[in-house]
């Protein structure tokens, strides 16, 4: 039982380049988030799922696109990276609603655009 | 709109002081309220949630939490601190009743010294 893993661990990126970060968990969870984690800032949400097929906007979407395509899988598509997104990102899944279920978070991403 | 306050972007401690991060949150309803504990380059693990039962909240690893409604404040205590606690707090309450939205404080970064 592996959780939720996330690939790459560490990214560049060059300005306009376009990148997917994968995010992966066994756990048979319905509901999976993506974040973004600034320097000295909380977490912030961009998109999420609460099942295959169901995608919705969280509070930093713009620049980004998602899919879930099966309950694991919880891609993440960067299309013209600015440097603006140079950011630790976080996967994430629960159960269910996460404020009556605990939210289990992947290792991160940490990307950098230059 | 809801949103929570970390009090002390650092703190330090000695091995074997008590711990206190302080936590205050805005809420217009009776909100679930969570902290998460970040070790260096790696996910987010939950330490403890408060849902409104019990207003003390035990945790992992010795931490307790008390949601005072009246303070609007849910600090996080233990009582004796070990080297292992170095590491980053989020203070979290969900976004809204019955959501799946979470909103993190921007982080108490604890340093314990030997």
């Known amino acids: 039982n592996a959780g939720v893993t996330q690939t790459p661990k560490f990214r560049i990126l060059k300005i306009g380049q376009s990148m997917t970060l994968q995010c992966t968990q066994d756990m048979n969870h319905n509901y999976m988030y993506w974040y973004r984690q600034d320097p000295g800032m909380g977490l912030k949400l961009i998109y999420y799922s609460v099942g295959a097929g169901i995608t919705d906007k969280g509070e930093v979407p713009n620049g980004y696109n998602v899919s879930r395509s099966t309950t694991e899988d919880f891609p993440l598509r960067l299309e013209l990276a600015a440097p603006s997104q140079t950011s630790v990102y976080f996967c994430?899944?629960?159960?269910?609603?996460?404020?009556?279920?605990?939210?289990?978070f992947g290792p991160g991403t940490r990307l950098t655009v230059t | 709109a809801q949103s929570v306050t970390q009090l002390d972007s650092h703190v330090s401690v000695s091995e074997g002081t008590p711990v206190l991060l302080r936590c205050n949150y805005s809420?217009?309803?009776?909100?679930?309220l969570f902290w998460y504990v970040q070790h260096p380059n790696k996910g987010l693990q939950l330490l403890l949630k408060?849902?409104?039962?019990?207003?003390l909240v035990k945790g992992i690893n010795g931490f307790e939490a008390e949601f005072k409604k009246s303070e609007t404040s849910f600090h996080l205590t233990k009582p004796s601190a070990h080297m292992s606690d170095a590491a980053e707090y989020f203070c979290v309450v969900t976004e809204s009743y019955n959501t799946d939205k979470l909103i993190f404080g921007t982080g108490t970064r604890l340093q314990v010294f030997p």
């Open positions: 994430a899944s629960s159960y269910s609603k996460g404020g009556t279920y605990e939210q289990y």
């Open positions: 809420s217009s309803y009776s909100p679930s």
């Open positions: 408060y849902t409104s039962a019990a207003t």
